[in-house]
């Protein structure tokens, strides 16, 4: 199979984020539209993207996609794939669905009638009217919009988001994804001091040793994919020796986690120890207020407390406003905040240089951008 079209699916409001990770691993033909982004390439590019994405939520292969207002249509145009070429005679190949906008509404119909197309073309393959489905796991997606279906097989497994390190968690988690979204939308750079001063259970400290240490988010754990006969295994072998070969594992960096919660500190340091980069961010029990730094140039990123019960909300309101003061006595510094309060700004006392919206779960937020200073350029030798 010489090319493949691959779909990385994304949170609303980082499509751009993930197209540019996809284009600077190599791939081309990028598409970007609402929620994911497609690009092309061979087998190996589906170990590659799994293994090096950082803000995508998974990768799937496009299979097929057509126009299919009849249930008869999108039986007959599903039977008529290839199914064989992707699918093992023992494989289980769940089914989900989902329609936005089509005339096809019921997703439970459009489920079963996928499968049972897709069961049909098997049959005619491999000569059997039944399949046990005890092997590996295909899980398939039937996705109608505007009446145009697209079939995917996903090939990550558990969200992309799940690096393999965080099986402490502290209360409402920001997604590792969206902390490694924060920080490249930062421009951070490791050369660059960093603190987090509401660290919780360290998930944006942890990225940026990630990131800047150039570690692959997916080196510790596994893809569903990987057991999948269509890729051979040297592939994924290959795969994961170039991630321990690009990894910079020398990479000095200054990056702080702060917090009040004695006891979330104690899982971001399980967190980071668990990451392989407990030696690389430092965690203090300190309140906001106590935030100062001899250092120059660096990067405050933030996911505060948002107020969203009304009974916390005048003391996160009070919060913000001791931020403004706080952080801008780093006048040297860049900060980053991610809130759903739609007065920031105002209760922070200064407009942000930039303001992007974003998601974080299902909630509406936005990603305040204050730009500080550049570091000097250094002098060429």
Same mark, same amino acid.
């Not at 960093?194 to 360290?202: Q, R």
């Not at 992007?356 to 990603?367: A, E, Q, S, T």
């Given at each position: ?72 249509? #999108? ?84 969200? #992309? ?212 200073? #550049? ?7």
């Amino acid at each position: 199979m010489e090319k493949v079209t691959l779909i990385a699916t994304s949170t609303f409001g980082l499509e751009a984020i993930v197209a540019d990770e996809v284009r600077s691993l190599g791939f081309t033909d990028v598409k970007v539209e609402n929620g994911k982004v497609e690009f092309t390439g061979d087998l190996s590019s589906i170990a590659k993207a799994n293994l090096w994405l950082r803000t995508a939520d998974r990768v799937k292969v496009k299979i097929a996609e057509f126009k299919a207002t009849t249930f008869d249509e #999108l039986f007959e145009k599903t039977k008529a794939l290839p199914w064989a070429d992707w699918i093992p005679r023992n494989a289980q190949f769940p089914v989900e669905g989902k329609s936005v906008k089509s005339k096809l509404f019921s997703v439970s119909d459009c489920q079963a009638i996928t499968k049972k197309a897709i069961v049909e073309s098997l049959k005619k393959t491999y000569k059997v009217n039944w399949f046990d489905e005890t092997g590996p796991i295909y899980k398939i997606e039937v996705a109608l919009l505007k009446d145009r279906a697209t079939l995917t097989l996903d090939t990550s497994g558990s969200g #992309l988001h799940k690096r393999g390190y965080r099986d402490w968690i502290g209360t409402a988690p920001l997604k590792e994804t969206m902390a490694a979204a924060l920080i490249m939308l930062a421009k951070w750079t490791p050369d660059r001091p960093l603190h987090d001063p509401f660290c919780g259970s360290g998930t944006i400290p942890i990225e940026a040793a990630l990131i800047g240490k150039n570690i692959a988010p997916g080196m510790n754990r596994e893809f569903v994919s990987e057991q999948w006969e269509i890729i051979p295994k040297e592939i994924w072998r290959n795969a994961r020796k170039e991630t321990h070969d690009l990894a910079k594992y020398d990479q000095p960096l200054e990056i702080i986690g702060t917090d009040i919660d004695e006891n979330v500190l104690k899982v971001a340091e399980r967190n980071a120890e668990e990451a392989m980069v407990d030696e690389d961010v430092r965690f203090y029990r300190m309140p906001m207020q106590g935030i100062s730094s001899d250092l120059k140039y660096g990067a405050i990123i933030c996911n505060p407390p948002y107020g969203e019960r009304l009974s916390e909300l005048k003391e996160v309101e009070q919060l913000y406003k001791k931020m403004g003061e706080v952080f801008t006595r780093l006048d040297q510094w860049s900060y980053y905040v991610l809130t759903s309060h739609e007065r920031f700004e105002q209760l922070f006392g200064q407009p942000a240089t930039k303001k992007r919206k974003l998601y974080n779960g299902n909630i509406k937020v936005d990603y305040y951008q204050y730009f500080g200073p #550049l570091p000097p350029r250094k002098r060429m030798e």
